[in-house]
Nanobody, 115 residues
Framework: QVHLVESGGGLVQAGGSLRLSCAAS????????MAWYRQAPGKQRELVAG???????TYADSVKGRFTISRDATKNTVQLQMNSLKPEDTAVYYC?????????WGQGTQVTVSS
C-alpha cells in the first residue's frame, strides 16, 4: 500500500511563501507522475502542478510563475514551492501519485492565505 504524507501547510499573509512537501512510502520514480491538487470550500478539486517521470512539469494557469514543483529522489519527496501567495490560493492541498491507472492520495494539508 502506497502512503503519501503532506506537510508544510499553514497560515500566511498575502504575498508570503510556503513550501509543501509530500513524503512517499516508495521511491518517487516508481510513479508515472506526481502532482499537487487543491480543493477550496464549495469547489471541485483542481490540479495545481504536476511532474512526470520524464521530468516534464505542468501548472495551472492561476499559479504559473508563482509555484514550482520539484522532486527529491534521495528523500522520496515531492515539493511545491509557493510564492506570492494570494487569498484565492486558500485550500486544502493534496499530494497525488499515479502508477499506471491507479491514483494514490495523501490526507491533505491546509493552506490559508490572509489578505
Amino acid at each position: 500500500q502506497v502512503h503519501l504524507v503532506e506537510s508544510g501547510g499553514g497560515l500566511v499573509q498575502a504575498g508570503g511563501s510556503l513550501r509543501l512537501s509530500c513524503a512517499a512510502s516508495e521511491t518517487v520514480f516508481s510513479f508515472n507522475a506526481m502532482a499537487w491538487y487543491r480543493q477550496a470550500p464549495g469547489k471541485q478539486r483542481e490540479l495545481v502542478a504536476g511532474i512526470t517521470l520524464g521530468d516534464v512539469s505542468t501548472y495551472a494557469d492561476s499559479v504559473k510563475g508563482r509555484f514550482t514543483i520539484s522532486r527529491d529522489a534521495t528523500k522520496n519527496t515531492v515539493q511545491l514551492q509557493m510564492n506570492s501567495l494570494k487569498p484565492e490560493d486558500t485550500a486544502v492541498y493534496y499530494c497525488n501519485a499515479r502508477r499506471v491507472q491507479t491514483n494514490y492520495w495523501g490526507q491533505g494539508t491546509q493552506v490559508t492565505v490572509s489578505s
